[in-house]
């Protein structure tokens, strides 16, 4: 097979469009697309993988985002006209490289913020390519309105920032137009990194929540690619993010990537329940990883917040614009303490807040007036629209009220500047505050407090400048709210809650009054933490977790499912693989001992249907089988005998376990037996009482009492609280009846105490042993089971493979019910599928009957 990737990216630089294996079909370096693509527009549905080895030595990954980390400048005609780029320092994706490590080759997929005319679009690229091995992905205009400020800055970002659209005022309601560019661009930034990867070699790394659905794009081309997805921005929780319409479509495009990142922990449980209780995708902790098994594969989830870039920060601290600035500043708050903000412009960052909070300060506290001073820094909003205007409103308002009421002879309060400040500016007005305020209502991460307390480490220079002694240990205080992602690394800091509007103000006041010595301390830890976990911690940790999220994609079958958003890819062991009907069908026709095992509630029944019993069709395949006299059909449920004698009384021949294996019948006509003496069952009066406590705590959980076993459900519970319950009672029940011959165990939704010794490897031991003790050796064995307590009987079929129950040449297939860790061999995907494929061994049954009687007949004739 030709590989369909880039080897090099020197093949983008000689002048020719790379070809593609099949069709020879060129892709453009640079792709413009007019209009909106739907969400299944894709080249093709096939699978692809280099087969051929990649001529990249070095390790290369390929980081996405939304924007280039560049900074674009036209030169003016007299200059000869077109661009001049340059690397934006500030820029987190350019910050990150830090971390990789001078071996790894970085190459950056993004769009522009300058818009680039269509017939300069070739020469841009071509430049950014070979100076600086950026791609650059080039969106028209309207299209990009309506991704950007539609669907990115007026659905997800108020709803991650836990803002429902609950009128038309806050945020609109859901545009679908908006959400068809979103996949649009997505789906251009895809072709782009498709344009330059080699998927054998190179990572993958995509950042924050504009390129969301670009997981979907890249898996859906590669399957084994090595993916990882970072989200800058705070992750709601379900009840906020399950009002989004789009909500699954979003949740299964970021599990089609191998590593997904947060800042906290909170952002993390949020998207686990999400995931749970939308896409029924449980996670598991193993080893101190958090992991979601998705078909397969292992989704792995990192929890680690970004850092800062020191050495940007310290070349900036050691520049004379900033030790000139400082001194300024020195002047201008002379005797002054100063309490420094610093936001941007939006309605979650909290300005008014704390402009209220620092009015309500020098109204409790006169003594302040005159001495301390609000500088508050609002940048630029980054967004549009009436809730901006309205904020910037308000804090005009607000600062001129607390300053006219408490204005003095060269002392304003509040000290407002709203125009673009120099980093280097900004820097100074670190380096002289006293506190640092920080009262987002809601913020992903937010640096702020990282860059004040290194500033306030300063320098020699700086030290001299403010009339410090380099010797004395530097001092710093921070007060910040609780909802942000940077507060729970930040141990030393003053936590509000910025809606307290006391709180803040009195906090405030304690981060003035507080010792010295106390500030020193609290200032030594925050700068040894900020120090260590800066930019390039934070991405050589994620890129060695991508490593070893992906080391097991070598090894691995894959193959995709799914159309459009709801693409997906299995990944399975290569000793795991789905059943074929037609490889039993043929095993089933060619013997004629037969063993089948088959398990009820998930297996031949649907467990999400509100009718518990079974289907006429199930009941027809099973008389079918049952019919077939090279068969020995059994069932084994959890469910009691009576529901099972009702149930299936028409099946003739249909031997039946019941509660797992305690009772046994081989016929319908036949006397039910128990497979285990037990003398009696007084621990029951010890369990259910603990039971019926749970379930007078858990709303829709129930306890079923079987002869020889008790049962606590909890299908019809809240699923996150019902398995905390679980996980609880399973503990209680382990401890009391730590003497008594039982065994307490959880399954599917449930805990059950029963017998020790009884489980379903019983009845799949019983059956193999009488048909050898019969002279029918069997020499086909089909178990199929979907839970826990089915694996007893894969365990006990493969045992019986080395042994003397089975025939030599047996054909043996252990299958369960979807995809997962098993004993058995083979799986099919649900219900539906188990039916199917049993329906065919039915229709072989049949026909073989048929042919028997014809062939009698035909004898009859001859003989007469």
């Known amino acids: 097979m030709v590989s369909r990737s880039y080897s090099n990216l020197l093949d983008l630089t000689s002048g020719e469009s ?3 294996g099949r069709g020879g079909r060129k892709l453009s370096r640079v792709a413009t697309f007019a209009g909106v693509l739907s969400e299944v527009d894709d080249d093709s549905n096939v699978s692809v993988g280099s087969d051929a080895p990649s001529s990249v030595s070095q390790e ?55 818009e680039i005319d269509t017939s300069e679009q070739d020469d841009v690229a071509q430049t950014l390519l070979e100076t600086f091995k950026c791609v650059p992905a080039f969106i028209p205009p309207d299209l990009f ?47 782009k990194v498709m344009e330059v990867i080699s998927p054998d070699d190179d990572f993958v790394w995509v950042h924050d929540y504009h390129l969301m ?27 906020i993010y399950r009002t989004l319409p789009v909500r699954d479509e979003l949740l299964r495009a970021l599990l089609n990537s191998d590593l997904v990142g947060f800042h906290t922990f909170d952002y993390a449980r949020h998207f686990l329940s999400c995931c749970s209780r939308m896409l029924g995708v449980s996670y598991q902790s193993k080893r101190g990883y958090i992991g979601l098994e998705y078909y397969g594969r292992t989704v792995s989830i990192k929890i680690l917040p970004v850092g800062i870039h020191m050495g940007q920060l310290q070349s900036v601290l050691d520049l004379p614009e900033t030790e000139s600035k400082v001194a300024e500043l020195r002047d201008q708050f002379r005797g002054q303490t100063v309490l420094l903000g610093v936001d941007d412009m939006d309605i979650f960052k909290g300005i008014s807040l704390k402009l209220l909070a620092f009015e309500q300060l020098l ?92 500033c306030r480490q300063g320098n020699e220079k700086l030290d001299n400048t403010l009339g410090l002694n380099p010797t004395t240990p530097k001092k710093s205080m921070l007060v910040v709210s609780e909802f942000i992602g940077c507060s729970p690394s930040l141990s030393g800091a003053i936590r509000v809650n910025p809606w307290n509007i006391e709180a803040v103000a009195e906090a405030m006041n304690s ?67 789905k059943l074929s009907v037609e490889h039993i069908a043929s095993a089933y026709k060619r013997t004629k001992n037969r063993a089948i095992l088959l398990d009820c509630d998930g297996t031949m029944m649907l467990q999400s249907s509100i009718s518990t019993a079974p289907n006429a069709e199930a009941i027809a395949i099973l008389k079918s089988l049952c019919k077939d006299p090279k068969n020995v059909v059994f069932l084994v449920s959890g469910k009691d005998k009576k529901t099972l004698s009702e149930w299936f009384s028409s099946c003739e021949k249909l031997g039946m376990a019941a509660e797992h294996g305690y009772f046994l019948r081989p016929n319908p006509q036949a006397d039910w037996e ?60 382990e401890s009391v009846l730590a003497n008594e011959p039982v065994s307490v165990k959880s399954g599917q939704q449930i805990v059950e105490v029963k017998p020790q010794g009884v489980n379903k490897g019983l009845v799949a031991e019983h059956l193999l042993v009488t048909m050898r003790q019969k002279g029918m050796l069997p020499d086909f064995v089909l178990c199929i089971g979907d839970d826990r307590s089915d694996e007893d009987m894969f365990e006990v079929i493969r045992s019986a493979m080395a042994g003397p129950s089975l025939s030599p040449v047996a054909e043996v297939f252990a299958c369960t019910v979807g995809q997962k860790p098993s004993m058995a061999k083979y799986y099919l995907e649900d219900t539906t599928e188990i039916l199917r494929m049993l329906q065919g061994l039915a229709a072989a049954s049949e026909q073989s009957t048929k042919s028997v009687s014809q062939s009698s007949q035909r004898a009859v004739i001859d003989r007469e």
Not at 159 to 183: E, I, K, N, T
Not at 422 to 436: D, G, K, S, T, W
Request: aromatic letters at 12%.
């Open 18 to 20: 790379p070809t593609f």
């Open 60 to 114: 290369r990954i390929i980081i996405v985002g939304n924007q280039l980390p560049l900074r674009a400048h036209r030169r003016s005609d007299s200059d000869g006209g077109g661009w001049n780029f340059s690397w934006d320092e500030d820029s987190l994706l350019l910050q990150l490289k830090d971390g990789l490590g001078e071996d790894v080759e970085v190459v950056y997929v993004g769009s522009l913020k300058e």
């Open 145 to 191: 309105g309506k991704f950007y400020h539609g669907f990115c800055k007026q659905h997800l970002w108020p709803l991650f920032h836990y803002m429902l659209p609950l009128s038309p005022d806050l945020g609109g309601r859901f545009d679908r137009s908006y959400w068809q560019a979103y996949v649009s661009v997505n789906k251009i930034f895809a072709d």
């Open 213 to 239: 659905v670009l997981p979907t794009f890249l898996r859906k081309r590669f399957n084994r690619l090595k993916l990882g997805f970072f989200l800058h921005s705070p992750f709601p929780s379900s009840e």
């Open 363 to 454: 109204l409790q506290h006169p003594e302040k007036r005159g001495k301390v001073v609000l500088v508050q820094i609002a940048n630029p909003a980054r967004g549009r629209g009436r809730d901006v205007q309205e904020i910037q409103t308000e804090t005009h308002t607000t600062v001129g009220r607390i300053n006219q009421t408490y204005r003095q002879t060269g002392y304003d309060p509040v000290v407002l500047i709203d125009s673009p400040l120099q980093f280097y500016e900004r820097i100074a007005f670190y380096a002289i505050a006293e506190c640092c305020l920080v009262t987002a209502v809601r913020d992903g991460m937010n640096l702020i407090p990282y860059e004040y307390v290194v």
């Open 511 to 577: 981060a003035l009054i507080v010792s010295e010595a106390e500030k020193q301390m609290r200032h030594e830890k925050h700068h040894r933490y900020v120090s260590t976990h800066h930019v390039g911690y934070w991405a050589h940790s994620f890129l060695q977790d991508l490593e070893r999220a992906c080391r097991d994609h070598v090894r691995r079958r894959c193959w995709g499912i799914g159309f459009g958003l709801g693409f997906r890819v299995i990944a399975l062991d290569p000793s795991f693989r």
């Open 674 to 733: 128990t497979c285990v003496a037990v003398p009696d069952f007084y621990w029951k009066q010890i369990a259910e009482p603990v039971m019926q406590l749970y379930t007078e705590t858990t709303d829709g959980s129930t306890i079923e009492a079987k002869e020889s076993a008790l049962v606590w459900n909890y299908q019809y519970a809240d699923p996150d609280f019902g398995l905390c319950q679980a996980k609880e009672l399973l503990d209680h029940l």
